[in-house]
């Protein structure tokens, strides 16, 4: 992993996600959504860390949040529809919530140091 944890383990979620989206067959809508989803999460912290302000920042963040809320809706209809792999998507949604807390505790701290 290099410095920024969050951008690495966004952007390896993004691999993730488009070498499982591969083995869906059909469903062009909904592979398409959660590749969007999935892969705006990483862009969207990446562009976090040329962020203006701290106002910028944060919302860049609040953006990849809403991403990893999308994308975690995407993987529980794949896990319901039974189009991926139990065991597959087990994963994705582990790596997401993983991804989704990190999110949440930087959030919250970038807002804390706001304050001060």
């Given amino acids: 992993m290099g410095k920024n944890k969050l951008a690495d383990l ?19 809508a909904l592979k398409n959504q959660l590749e969007r ?6 862009a969207n912290v990446r562009e976090a860390n040329y962020a203006h302000s701290r106002a910028d920042f944060v919302s ?5 949040l809403k991403e990893c809320y999308e994308t975690e809706y995407w ?4 896990e319901k529809s039974e189009l991926i792999s139990s065991d597959k998507l087990k994963l994705l949604q582990h790596d997401c919530g ?14 804390n140091n ?3």
């Fill in 10 to 28: 966004t952007l390896d979620f993004s691999v993730k996600v488009l070498k499982i989206v591969d083995d869906i067959k059909g469903h062009y």
């Fill in 37 to 42: 989803s999935a892969t705006s999460i990483g």
């Fill in 60 to 64: 860049k963040l609040q953006i990849s």
């Fill in 75 to 78: 993987i529980e209809l794949l």
């Fill in 98 to 111: 993983a991804i989704r807390r990190l999110l949440i505790a930087s959030i919250n701290t970038a807002k």
């Fill in 114 to 116: 706001t304050e001060q």
